[in-house]
């Protein structure tokens, strides 16, 4: 539909590039020597798009291309100390080509930031990637700007006034696929580098107590991508996430580095768990404040033994208790781990589908430390699904068929099926799939060599969304009954 909306406007191997980039992908781990080019695409493209382009030229100025800035362009970034984050400004330039109009998930802009803190020409630390969403819209002459950020922890890097206080910060924007997170240098296929020098916050700096949030939803931050989702294996779980959103309660798990040794005497820190969604304005924090039970396992006196706490929030302040003490007191121990390293319970269920950005601040010192963000894609909109069988074949004579119309479809769709019980000997037409099924689309079942009497076809629909830190797949499923009859 893109292609034919862009017409000339757009190059093919930018309004194909999300399933070029997706094929790439998978590609560069099973390249499956033998197999016609456009065979690994038939997942992600119609045949009727296939049919009328040359797709090994599209791959090949999509492979040429390099840094092109003629759709978007990072033009600088710098730092907010009262924010504590990096941010950049990045301009549109043209009306289309950005996968969709504002009724439509549009597509990413991704900035990657990397830090030279001693500044000494060497960006030696991945900050993190940035996105916002972009659609296709009317631009005015000089383009649309669109800022980004991403909060980064300046406690450690604060100066004395007598010291030395610039560092140098280096963007690197990349529109569709995400900028690499090894190579500060690495060109995107469309986007561009800027580096800028930044004034450091005055002070001491605050180190050896570092907020990090490690695990969302039983995922390793590590395997969510700057759209929020998920992909990899579970932390503890055991399920596998394929560009899964999330859904329900999602659990969050991390640390504070050197924790107060809590069996000497020391005051434990306290923490607070924030989060906000895209389209709020920067500066917004929605507060978790739930209660939710974690399990302390301590040693101490040479013998380990196991509680069950609620964590429960200040009901003034809104901060948690961190209950980990790690320093040990002689070979007795006295150390506390808390299981699974949890911090809080989101509970999403109320909040409106959509990409969040979730973190905690820990109070160290008396001052207020930000942990990483991670962006969460939400979604728990169960898929939508119809199934509706013929009312003239409800009763069917053996070898007749059951007929009727069903419809698939969710954002994040998984897969459905069609599948009789008790046991059938013949499956439907069509029996399977993992791409949208339009309403009215048609179904048949043969009923030859089935046992007479009666009968329920289930159409179920499933997504890939991660419920509540456990499983994957929300699914709808729908019964259609029927009787067979002796012919």
Not at 249 to 254: H, I, P
């Amino acid at each position: 539909q893109l292609v034919h909306t862009y017409g000339g406007d757009v190059p093919l191997h930018r309004s194909l590039a999300p399933a070029i980039s997706t094929v790439l992908g998978q590609l560069s781990q099973n390249a499956a020597v033998g197999t016609k080019l456009p065979t690994h695409f038939a997942s992600v493209l119609p045949n009727e798009v296939l049919d009328k382009i040359d797709i090994g030229d599209i791959i090949g100025k999509y492979v040429a291309t390099d840094g092109d800035t003629s759709f978007e362009q990072l033009h600088c970034v710098g730092m907010s100390q009262d924010l504590s984050a990096v941010v950049g400004i990045l301009t549109l330039k043209r009306a289309n080509g950005y996968s969709g109009g504002l009724c439509s998930s549009g597509s990413l802009e991704n900035v990657a930031f990397w830090a030279d803190w001693d500044d000494n020409g060497s960006f030696d630390e991945y900050l993190g990637t940035a996105t916002v969403r972009v659609h296709d819209e009317p631009i005015p002459a000089g383009g649309v700007s669109y800022a980004v950020y991403l909060p980064v922890n300046l406690a450690a890097q604060r100066r004395v006034c007598d010291a030395g206080h610039t560092a140098r910060i280096r963007g690197v924007l990349s529109w569709n696929s995400l900028p690499s997170t090894t190579n500060p240098y690495a060109v995107p296929v469309w986007g561009n580098a800027i580096e800028a020098n930044v004034a450091l916050p005055l002070g001491a700096p605050i180190v050896g107590q570092v907020p990090f949030l490690s695990v969302v939803g039983g995922m390793a931050v590590l395997d969510i991508n700057g759209a929020g989702l998920a992909n990899g294996t579970a932390v503890l779980a055991g399920f596998h996430a394929v560009d899964s959103p999330f859904a329900g309660n999602v659990v969050l798990a991390g640390h504070i580095s050197n924790p107060p040794d809590l069996s000497a005497g020391q005051p434990p820190l306290t923490y607070r768990l924030a989060y906000r969604h895209e389209l709020e304005p920067v500066g917004t924090a929605h507060e978790i404040t739930n209660p939710f039970p974690v399990t302390l396992t301590s040693y101490s006196g040479s013998a380990w033994t196991q509680t069950h706490v609620s964590q429960t929030a200040d009901p003034l302040t809104h901060r948690y208790t961190y209950r980990e003490d790690l320093t040990s007191n002689g070979p007795s121990g006295d150390l506390t781990f808390i299981e699974g390293f949890v911090l809080g319970n989101w509970l999403t269920g109320g909040l409106p589908d959509g990409r969040y950005e979730v973190w905690f601040i820990a109070d160290i010192a008396g001052s207020p430390v930000a942990s990483n963000r991670v962006w969460v894609e939400l979604d728990n909109t169960a898929p939508a699904a119809t199934l509706v069988g013929d009312a003239a074949h409800i009763f069917v004579p053996q070898g007749g068929n059951v007929t009727g119309t069903f419809s698939a479809s969710d954002v994040h769709l998984s897969g459905w099926s069609l599948d009789v019980e008790p046991a059938f000997p013949n499956v439907t037409t069509p029996h399977s799939g993992s791409t949208t099924v339009a309403v009215g689309t048609p179904f048949s079942l043969s009923t030859a060599a089935a046992v007479p009497g009666g009968y329920v076809l289930h159409l179920t629909v499933s997504d890939r969304a991660i419920v509540s830190s456990s499983y994957i797949g929300q699914s709808t499923q729908l019964p259609f009954g029927f009787c067979v009859e002796k012919p």
